[in-house]
């Protein structure tokens, strides 16, 4: 009888461990097929659209304006006027901090006109603690469409933190300047190459358009502002006021075409 039950405990001790195993095996099996009968989780994303870049005409491109914020740790996009149809505008960013470039990118549903978005210089970790980027001196923004014809504009824009009280800025391309003694009680200046302008104006063009804003308005100011755009040729400077086109007194010599005026939300040279 103690022969018999040994024989057993040995035997119990082989197959339990077996038991086990198949168990296992069998419990492995069923989970593997519940988890790929189960359905699986999809994201979708958007594509990033591929447009030709600065292909259609100026006169055909929107007019946009970039603005800085009261602390300049922001930046405002604005799209003012869109000539062609588009429904949604896909826009990327970027920008120089010391020997740093740094960038962002964003979307704006063209519902209504105009219409702003408003961006951080910097980032934003998940509890909510925000790094500012410093010495920031400008970049590109480039401008996706789609909706109708998909097309896409891209230009350059210069960002000024005036903590030298300067008076006088020039754009990315130094084609273009402003001065004012009144500048210099501003701490935030941008100048950009804007893609295109306000309907309305009548003549060829023969220079970019140029928006300069601050972090308050410059309609505030009431001396004249001293404007300058290098030119191959003699034009006429033109000014869009906020709301029409003015011819502004200019004069052409060695190069550059000057005028004496108020300040104006777009300046541009065309052909006289």
């Known amino acids: 009888m103690q022969n018999i039950n040994a024989a057993t405990k040995k035997k119990l001790l082989i197959a339990l461990p077996i038991a086990i195993l198949l168990i296992i095996g069998v419990v492995f099996f069923i989970n593997k097929n519940k ?57 990327e960013m970027e920008y120089q901090t010391g020997s740093m470039l740094q960038g962002f990118g964003g979307m704006i549903k063209l519902d209504k006109l105009p219409i702003s978005d408003k961006k951080l210089f910097g980032s934003q970790s998940a509890g909510g603690a925000i790094t500012y980027h410093e010495d920031i001196k400008g970049g590109n923004f480039l401008a996706q469409f789609t909706g109708g ?86 034009g006429q400077m033109m000014g869009y006021d906020g709301s029409k086109w003015q011819k502004m007194d200019s004069k052409y010599a060695e190069g550059v075409v000057k005028t004496n005026g108020p300040a104006m939300d777009v300046y541009l040279l065309i052909k006289k």
């Open 149 to 234: 014809e998909n097309y896409a504009v891209k230009s350059a824009w210069r960002y000024f933190a005036n903590s030298d009280k300067a008076s006088e800025f020039s754009s990315q391309d130094t084609k273009f300047s402003i001065s004012n003694q009144e500048l210099s009680k501003h701490s935030y200046v941008v100048i950009y190459n804007s893609p295109g302008y306000p309907s309305g104006l009548k003549g060829e063009l023969l220079s970019d358009p140029y928006t300069v804003s601050t972090e308050k308005s410059l309609k505030t100011v009431s001396s004249n502002f001293d404007v300058s755009i290098r030119s191959s040729e003699d």
């Open 35 to 91: 988890k790929a009968a189960a359905p699986v989780a999809t994201t979708s994303t958007k594509k990033k659209v591929q447009s030709p870049v600065n292909i259609i005409a100026v006169a055909d491109r929107p007019y946009l304006r970039l603005e800085p914020s009261s602390d300049g740790h922001y930046i405002t996009i604005t799209v003012s006027e869109v000539k062609k149809v588009a429904s949604q505008l896909d826009y």
